[in-house]
């Protein structure tokens, strides 16, 4: 998992959000937007996990549009 400060470490715990490193979009761990990309094959590389959606943000990733759109709505307009 990532913690805050987006260093990795183990954990016995698993992760209930799932993230990417790379575009930093953290979702459900049932996103159906993630779901169908495993699905095509497409490795899981840069996959992270995330013990709350409070160290998702602290970590510097955003919401995803797709499984979070409430949480999006509130990214994007303060992003603005």
Do not use: I, N
């Not at 913690?3 to 761990?29: C, F, I, P, Q």
């Not at 937007?33 to 996959?47: C, I, K």
């Not at 602290?58 to 999006?72: N, T």
């Amino acid at each position: 998992m990532l913690g805050t400060d987006g260093v990795a470490y183990e954990s016995a715990a698993k992760g209930r959000l799932g993230g990417h490193a790379r575009t930093r979009v953290y979702g459900r761990l049932d996103c159906p937007v993630a779901l169908s990309l495993l699905r095509r094959g497409l490795q899981p590389r840069h996959r992270v996990f995330f013990a709350d959606e409070a160290t998702a943000v602290a970590a510097g990733f955003r919401p995803c549009g797709a499984c979070m759109r409430e949480e999006y709505r509130t990214w994007k307009a303060r992003a603005g």
